[in-house]
């Protein structure tokens, strides 16, 4: 035995996000002579007790990764030591679905891919690896992609919770939730009628159905980017006075239309300007969706486009005749 005795090391295998990486295999390398292999556990921790003397090789192996560092050479100084690797999936395959509210498949949805997570730069709009179509049933699946891939989906008249979703390593059970359609109602002895413009333009008309009663005013509520989380939705509601009005629907959109009896006190008073956490509203009705399908995943933290708008916005606009 080299001078200097026994000892033992530990440490953990993570991938590009932090998240531990089970069944990694780390063998202990002495010369020529592999001296023992340890396995990491389901939060990528392994533990090498004792029986290491002088001066030995830890190298980390497992199929499809390439770990950083390739490997680390310990000896009794390093006794007790904690000793982490990075890995870094490559050749990896992501599926899963696209509903909507009630879990039904969102067939006709684009889900653009990039091999970089830096899509929100202006620059980077047309730089997509490649993209897939949902079919009939919702699903997708992309195959053979390396390091950090992230998925942008895009359908006219469609927003996605969450908007964009980046991985590092295989998945099949990513999830996104698509949002959309029209929702009017007339509050009070009044009638909407509406007019498409075109895929994705309504005009609405606010009309009283008695004379004893009269228009006041629209409540549109509809969805925008989240400006703390990019992933994210928040709900944006505004007050409209004209009769007629024109929304686009690049996602929900409720409208409500206020009717009041003549020369009585108005109820609707002053601006609406009312934002409500939309993440959190879709959090707590899909809580187990959203956690089952995001175990893996985290969303990127970018910064927003030049000009105010998300690349989302940017993209989705651009990508809306596709």
């Not at 699946?141 to 996605?160: A, C, G, H, L």
């Not at 024109?246 to 003549?262: C, E, M, R, S, W």
Request: hydrophobic share 40%; glycine share 10%; net charge negative.
């Amino acid at each position: 035995m080299p001078p200097g005795g026994e000892y033992g090391v530990s440490g953990v295998v993570r991938d590009l996000k932090g998240a531990g990486i089970k069944d990694v295999v780390l063998d202990f390398v002495q010369g020529e002579e592999i001296l023992g292999t340890v396995t990491t556990d389901e939060t990528g921790r392994w533990s090498k007790s004792g029986g290491l003397a002088g001066v030995v090789k830890i190298v980390p192996r497992a199929e499809n990764w390439k770990f950083e560092p390739g490997s680390l050479t310990v000896s009794i100084e390093d006794a007790g030591a904690v000793l982490n690797f990075v890995g870094t999936c490559y050749g990896y395959s992501i599926s899963g679905t696209v509903v909507d509210r009630e879990g039904d498949p969102v067939p006709g949805v684009q889900l653009l891919y990039f091999e970089d997570s830096m899509v929100y730069a202006m620059d980077s709009i047309a730089d997509y690896a490649g993209r897939i179509t949902t079919g009939p049933d919702g699903e997708w699946k992309i195959d053979s992609v390396n390091e950090i891939v992230t998925i942008v989906p895009v359908k006219t008249t469609y927003r996605f919770l969450p908007q964009v979703q980046e991985f590092v390593r295989a998945s099949d059970g990513a999830k996104f939730i698509g949002l959309s359609g029209l929702t009017t109602h007339a509050d009070g002895e009044g009638k909407i009628t509406k007019e498409d413009l075109d895929e994705s333009r309504v005009k609405l008309t606010a009309e009283a159905t008695d004379d004893a009663y009269s228009f006041v005013a629209w409540l549109v509520t509809t969805v925008a980017d989240n400006p703390d989380d990019p992933a994210g939705l928040i709900y944006v509601e505004e007050e409209l006075e004209d009769e007629s009005i024109i929304v686009t629907l690049d996602g929900p959109v409720k409208a409500i239309a206020y009717f009041q009896i003549v020369d009585a006190e108005p109820y609707i008073v002053g601006t609406f300007d009312v934002i409500h956490s939309f993440p959190m509203a879709l959090e707590e009705e899909f809580a187990d969706e959203l956690a089952a399908s995001s175990k893996l995943v985290t969303a990127p933290k970018f910064d927003a486009a030049v000009g105010g708008d998300s690349f989302l916005q940017e993209y989705a606009g651009g990508m809306s005749g596709l």
